[in-house]
């Protein structure tokens, strides 16, 4: 199957029972069974859901995997694949990461004695430069929140199993979806989700996925997330499965729209500089165009006045985006990344980094294009 069909129909099948196109939503904890361990498959909605299998298989399917993984968040689907780690391993991770992952990393995980390495990964040497013989685990995020960073996911991976194979690449696959890049497909182990943004789509629900394509990694995820307990619910699994079913249509737009509001920000006299990978002056752009589909819905840009109270003013004053966290809804919204979603990161970090006072992210939605460009073009002129 080619990809618009499979978000469609990919590990799908019609409800056994009554022939219902979608999976119904089983509302359950548990299921009878007719004598002590005789049971239809289903034993306690921890280990497996059916409404949560469905999606689970389209969220393999998506992403070219055998076994997927939903979680009841982002941030717990990463938790469950730190946790396959033991005291002393050491990770090697990008220096622009999601505040919530930098906050798990440095703020969890370091107290039970995993060690992080975060490295700019521009620069493939960073990254095998910092190997060592406790390396368990590269965490990639490609392009990064908020900066748009790119990495090259296959040279990576390439040089990083020829060093040890046994090291473990996952990427946090968010900002790009399946539509736009496939990571397995390149050589990588473990794909990572916040499905609460683009894979849902609809910002009502929050959920993780991790997808694989190796029975006995997807073995020690699963003995985790049924161990761990942060599993999906099935009400979210129902929302989240109708979310992935218009996945290809909605990113197409999200990447039209997307590249229209980088290319007028570019041109306007009070922006300063525009973070997007489609931009051909954007410093990864041709690895960007080797390794994704089209560009994406995500937009940063700084203004020429520096200053908070500016950003603040253009923050207070768009109509049609709303101010919120969050991203990969049909709706626009835009962020703070300073005062919002890094607050986590200490501002001397955030600084070193790129993400300051003036830096403003913007997750374009599917609107028409020229109502999201009016509202930017009379905020920005307040
Ligand atoms: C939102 C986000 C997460 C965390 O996901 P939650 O669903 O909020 O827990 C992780 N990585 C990226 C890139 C994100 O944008």
């Avoid at 990809?3 to 029972?17: A, L, R, V």
């Avoid at 969220?59 to 002393?88: R, W």
């Avoid at 430069?129 to 040279?155: F, G, Q, R, Y």
């Avoid at 473990?168 to 890049?181: G, I």
Wanted: aromatic share 8%; net charge negative.
């Amino acid at each position: 199957m080619k990809f618009n069909t499979k978000t469609i129909h990919g590990g799908q099948q019609h409800d056994p029972s009554t022939g219902a196109v979608m999976p119904p939503i089983y509302q359950t904890s548990t299921y009878a069974q007719s004598s002590p361990g005789k049971h239809k498959g289903y034993i306690y909605s921890r280990a497996a859901n059916p409404t949560r299998t469905a999606l689970e298989n389209a969220f393999a399917a998506i992403e070219n995997g055998t076994h997927g993984f939903a979680f009841s968040s982002g941030l717990s689907a990463i938790d469950c694949v730190l946790k396959m780690l033991n005291p002393g391993d050491e990770v090697i991770a990008g220096d622009d990461l999601y505040g919530g992952t930098y906050r798990m990393f440095t703020r969890m995980f370091s107290k039970y004695g995993l060690k992080f390495h975060l490295v700019d990964m521009n620069s493939i040497e960073n990254v095998t430069n910092s190997i060592s013989d406790k390396t368990k685990l590269i965490w990639v995020e490609t392009p990064t929140n908020p900066l748009m960073k790119i990495a090259d996911i296959e040279e990576i991976t390439k040089a990083v199993k020829a060093v040890n194979p046994a090291i473990l690449v996952a990427v946090d696959n968010t900002f790009a979806t399946p539509y736009l890049q496939q990571p397995l497909s390149l050589g990588v182990d473990i794909v990572m989700h916040s499905a609460t943004k683009y894979l849902g789509g609809h910002s009502d629900l929050l959920m993780g996925a991790l997808m694989v394509n190796d029975a006995k990694l997807a073995e020690e995820l699963h003995f985790i997330q049924f161990a761990g307990g942060a599993i999906a619910g099935p009400m979210d699994s129902f929302l989240a499965l109708r979310g992935v079913k218009t996945l290809h249509i909605r990113m197409q737009r999200h990447c039209e729209n997307g590249r229209a509001v980088a290319a007028y920000l570019q041109n306007h006299p009070k922006v300063k500089e525009v973070y997007y990978p489609g931009l051909e002056n954007h410093p990864n752009h041709e690895v960007a165009k080797k390794q994704m589909k089209d560009f994406g819905g995500m937009v940063s840009f700084k203004l020429k006045d520096e200053s908070q109270q500016a950003a603040f003013t253009f923050l207070e004053n768009t109509h049609v985006f709303t101010l919120a966290e969050s991203l990969g809804g049909v709706e626009s919204l835009v962020n703070h990344p300073a005062t919002m979603t890094h607050a986590s990161i200490p501002e001397p970090e955030r600084l070193k980094i790129g993400i300051t006072d003036s830096l403003i992210r913007l997750s374009v939605g599917i609107e028409d294009i020229e109502d999201l460009l009016k509202d930017l073009e009379q905020a920005l002129n307040i």
